[in-house]
């Protein structure tokens, strides 16, 4: 005889087939405007990937990406885990103060050597001042907010080898100067790992000091505040109830003009470093300098000199540079991880007589892209 089905099974059986029909009656999306990520493509089956096995991956990533309600149980998941007392072990930190804060990066310090020997050696070749600066991870500054048990952050031992492999290169130190100043600037975001303006201020002011350069006061900027930022870290973390940020865009008042250049396009040239409509964007960070981009020019006709600075840089320069352009004529950026030119060329082209190198820890850890300096 055929034993009756209990409540809680049919439950079960009926939760699992909803969700089955949701997943082929709800239209498949390309894009999450919640995780700032594209969704993985349906499988393409031939039999190259079924013998190598890639085929049942590229199911799981399509089936992982679109399961109905997903949002939902990535922040259930994510918050039974802060409850049950695994908040160290992703890839994101539920931190006190209402920071989310970036576990350590899986990096490697022979990957930091190689960045520093090249710079330092490219400085070398070109014969021009420069300076390394090198943006401590936000875990490190706000140590004391973290889980117990956390990973611990690479960056005093990794400044060990900046030091030890810089060369002529000057470096500019910051971790004492941030673990001065957190008390009473907000450096980082909440929501997300880059500096906030007030935070790449401070690098702006500790940078004039070490050249000798009287920085702007606060006073002299405009200062514009936008709320409802949430960065790559509520983006990734599953913690959707934290609090967004708010993005505060400081306006000196110069008169600049920013050129974004990319290959196979047609230059886009504006009046501002601040692209506004892009505060109604999914990601309102890409409002600095309009995101990340191959090579950027901003000129300053009234700048406090008229040296011309180099920065290579990753997305740590995008709030730095406006800062910058007060004091310098005109200021070339270079994104390695998409300009393959030569920057040799670069220098000469725009009479270049300064060079700064801008990164964040995490990508000196990880970023192999100064392999293409040349």
């Not at 350590?104 to 001042?129: C, H, I, M, W, Y």
């Not at 047609?266 to 090579?295: I, R, W």
Request: glycine share 6%; proline share 4%; aromatic share 12%.
């Amino acid at each position: 005889m055929m034993k009756k089905l209990s409540l809680t099974s049919w439950v079960l059986i009926l939760s699992i087939g909803a969700l089955f029909l949701l997943f082929w009656l709800l239209p498949a999306r390309d894009y999450s405007a919640t995780e700032k990520r594209y969704l993985a493509n349906p499988p393409t089956v031939t039999w190259e990937s079924l013998l190598s096995g890639d085929v049942s991956r590229d199911v799981e990533d399509y089936l992982t990406d679109h399961f109905p309600g997903r949002n939902l149980f990535v922040g259930v998941h994510a918050y039974w885990n802060l409850l049950t007392g695994r908040n160290a072990v992703g890839s994101v930190y539920h931190c006190g103060d209402g920071y989310l804060i970036r576990a350590p990066e899986q990096g490697s310090l022979d990957t930091l050597d190689k960045n520093v020997t090249r710079f330092a050696a490219f400085a070398e070749t070109s014969g021009l001042p420069a300076t390394l600066i090198v943006v401590p991870t936000a875990g490190s500054v706000l140590e004391d907010l973290l889980p117990a048990n956390h990973d611990a952050y690479p960056d005093d031992e990794a400044m060990e080898h900046v030091f030890r492999l810089a060369g002529n290169l000057e470096v500019l130190d910051l971790r004492e100067l941030f673990q001065a100043e957190k008390t009473n600037t907000q450096l980082y975001y909440k929501t997300d790992h880059h500096l906030t303006s007030a935070g790449c201020y401070t690098v702006y002011c500790a940078y004039c000091r070490s050249q000798g350069l009287t920085p702007l006061p606060k006073t002299a900027y405009t200062i514009l505040r936008s709320s409802g930022f949430k960065g790559t870290g509520w983006s990734s973390s599953g913690y959707w109830l934290t609090p967004a940020d708010s993005l505060e865009l400081w306006q000196s008042g110069d008169s600049l003009t920013v050129t974004i250049i990319e290959a196979g396009s047609e230059d886009v040239v504006s009046d501002s470093p601040f692209f506004l409509e892009n505060l109604s964007a999914d990601d309102q960070y890409t409002v600095f300098l309009d995101g990340n981009h191959t090579l950027v020019t901003i000129e300053n006709p009234n700048a406090a000199t008229d040296e011309r600075l180099l920065v290579l840089r990753d997305s740590f320069g995008h709030c730095t540079a406006p800062f910058l352009a007060s004091d310098y004529a005109e200021i070339v950026l270079v994104d390695l991880r998409y300009y393959r030119a030569s920057v040799s060329q670069l220098i000469q082209d725009h009479g270049i007589t300064r060079l700064m190198f801008l990164y964040g820890m995490d990508s000196m850890l990880t970023d192999t892209n100064s392999a293409w300096l040349s």
